[in-house]
Nanobody, 124 residues
Framework: VQLQASGGGSVQPGGSLRLSCAASGSINSMSWYRQAPGKEREFVVAVRWGDNKIVYADSVKGRFTLSRDRAKNTVVLQMDSLKFEDTAVYYC?????????????????????WGQGTQVTVSS
């Protein structure tokens, strides 16, 4: 399965951006991770495809909203109230071999397909 990510860009604090990720085939779950310069990759949000259960990182809860278009195998991440610390390269990922339980859906090692990164920059 190939993933095509789009969106991102630059915005001032408090602004909004939208990211999209489209999968070329069947998936069990899809997620977004991000990595800021000099920092480790960080889980952002994930959705389990079968039942649309969504798990957010505490750092983005209430500000980011993930929606899924099952027919198009696409997710859209709406990012509102952006902060400086949201600046990072964002990666979408999909699990195609494993169907994760919610307690493991944050784990990066369950995702076997990764999209190209897209830059999100929050600056004044």
């Amino acid at each position: 399965v190939q993933l095509q990510a789009s969106g991102g860009g630059s915005v001032q604090p408090g602004g909004s951006l939208r990211l999209s990720c489209a999968a070329s085939g069947s998936i069990n779950s899809m997620s977004w991770y991000r990595q800021a310069p000099g920092k480790e990759r960080e889980f952002v949000v994930a959705v389990r495809w079968g039942d649309n259960k969504i798990v957010y990182a505490d750092s983005v809860k209430g500000r980011f909203t993930l929606s899924r278009d099952r027919a198009k195998n696409t997710v859209v991440l709406q990012m509102d109230s952006l902060k400086f610390e949201d600046t990072a390269v964002y990666y979408c990922a999909a699990a195609t071999r494993l169907n994760p339980i919610l307690s493991t859906i944050r784990r990066g090692d369950i995702y076997d397909s990764w999209g190209q990164g897209t830059q999100v920059t929050v600056s004044s």
